[in-house]
């Protein structure tokens, strides 16, 4: 089965790096510093225009967990539907209840706009966070879900490695399992080989500078030390390089 290396992107440019890098697929966010929120139709729009890779779009409409409100719930929807309307090949969602159990009821509305356009339905990393794990793989299984994106319920992918082989070993067939968090050039193929999954999910993060960050005491800086005055890009360097690991022996 092909191997397939999925760049987490935060904006149009990041895309171009991907493309340049030679990524196949991308995931599209905004605010990766908020863990991905839902990109703006705009920025979706152009790179369908410009770029030929494969696009999976964030439907979350706020940092911290993914329980949501009514309200938020009905955003979701509307979102949803734009999103496919500007050429997302598939949607990343994931709605919990409040005890951390799948949200069958939200789930089912989203996947069925995915569906109703033929596109691929992608549980993200709400995943890592569900009270029982393997219950919510066989509901995600059962309602159609074509992918799940999941560190193996451990900060990093290499942490759950354990976690990531069984789900690939019992569950592979039949949903596509995607690892995620940590994933760089330096672990891919470990990772791959020891789990047997064929997908990763990586950011390939590299930083740029914006010297007006901080200035007369007022900061925005998204991170710390060196990079006070930086905000984080995808390189294109970095994503070739872990192409050509994933790739190896293929």
């Not at 159609?144 to 490695?161: F, M, N, Q, W």
């Not at 994503?239 to 293929?250: F, N, P």
Request: hydrophobic share 40%; charged share 25%; glycine share 8%.
């Amino acid at each position: 089965m092909k191997r397939i290396a999925e760049i987490c992107c935060g904006s149009y440019y990041d895309v171009k790096q991907a493309v340049e890098g030679g990524a196949e697929r991308v995931e599209l966010n905004s605010a990766l510093a908020l863990g991905g929120l839902t990109p703006a139709e705009t920025e979706l729009c152009m790179v369908k225009e410009d770029f030929p890779v494969k696009v999976i779009a964030m439907l979350r409409p706020r940092g911290a967990g993914f329980c949501y409100s009514d309200e938020e719930f009905r955003v979701m929807k509307r979102e949803c539907q734009r999103l496919l309307e500007c050429g997302a090949d598939g949607i990343a969602f994931g709605c919990l209840r409040k005890d951390a159990s799948l949200d069958e009821y939200k789930n089912q509305c989203i996947l069925d706009l995915i569906k109703n356009k033929g596109k691929e339905a992608v549980f993200h990393r709400a995943f890592d966070c569900t009270e029982a794990p393997l219950t919510v793989v066989e509901q995600l299984i059962s309602i159609g879900v074509d992918r799940v994106l999941t560190s193996g319920l451990k900060p990093k992918a290499i942490e759950g490695r354990d976690f990531l082989r069984r789900l690939q070993a019992d569950y592979g067939g039949e949903l596509q399992i995607l690892a995620g968090s940590g994933i760089h050039s330096g672990n891919a193929l470990e990772l791959i080989e020891y789990t047997g999954i064929h997908q990763v999910h990586s950011s390939c993060k590299a930083w740029k500078t914006d010297p007006t960050t901080v200035k007369n005491g007022v900061s925005y800086s998204i991170a710390s030390g060196r990079q006070a005055l930086c905000y984080d890009v995808v390189s294109a360097v970095l994503v070739r390089e872990l192409i050509k690991r994933v790739r190896t022996d293929v």
